[in-house]
């Protein structure tokens, strides 16, 4: 597994992507930073995140 984290040419925000020992993206951040600092540290979270609780999310209907 590999993270890399980039400045986007468009917004100048920082992003980061995490792919596969495969090559194939694993996941990518939704949210943009505006520090580098900040998405190095988003990283760390999602890297240590390993006994975080998996539930399903309950169905909502809109009607």
């Known amino acids: 597994m590999k993270f890399i ?3 986007e040419e468009s917004s100048n925000l920082w992003r980061w ?3 596969g020992d495969d ?4 996941a990518e951040s939704v ?3 505006y520090n580098q600092a ?3 540290a988003a990283i ?3 890297k240590n995140s ?3 609780e998996v539930t ?3 169905r909502h209907d809109h009607n």
Do not use: N, S
């Open 44 to 46: 760390e979270l999602v």
């Open 50 to 52: 390993k006994d975080a």
């Open 38 to 40: 900040d998405c190095l």
């Open 31 to 33: 949210e943009k930073y």
């Open 23 to 26: 090559r194939r993206k694993v």
């Open 5 to 7: 984290y980039y400045r």
């Open 17 to 19: 992507t995490l792919y």
């Open 56 to 58: 399903q999310r309950e």
